[in-house]
């Protein structure tokens, strides 16, 4: 019974594929990127580097996400936010 759910599952997605396309991202004049399907502009920053850092802490009966954008040639607050999320008592915080 699984295998046969299996198949016909794989089945209909092969029958539904020529029905949804996906653009490429095309390249603009002066750098960047567009997607006309979207019409979603990704610009070309110079510089403007960055590296995202998401920690996920277990509170007990809550999760905690905390997300931050640092400049990926700055190690130092990287490591800041390392000492600070790691040194946090996250056990002792109560939700409201």
């Known amino acids: 019974m699984n295998t046969l759910f299996r198949l016909i599952a794989g089945l209909a997605c092969l029958a539904f594929a020529h029905a949804t396309p996906a653009d490429t991202l095309h390249a603009m004049q002066g750098g960047g990127f567009y997607h006309h399907q979207s019409g979603w502009v990704f610009p070309f920053k110079e510089g403007k580097s960055?590296?995202?850092?998401?920690y996920f802490v277990d509170a007990?009966?809550?999760?905690?996400?905390i997300r931050s954008?640092?400049?990926?040639?700055?190690?130092?607050?990287?490591?800041a936010l390392e000492k600070l999320v790691r040194g946090e008592r996250w056990d002792s915080l109560q939700p409201s």
């Open 69 to 79: 954008s640092v400049p990926a040639t700055d190690k130092q607050i990287a490591t």
């Open 50 to 54: 960055t590296r995202t850092i998401v």
């Open 60 to 65: 007990g009966s809550w999760i905690i996400r």
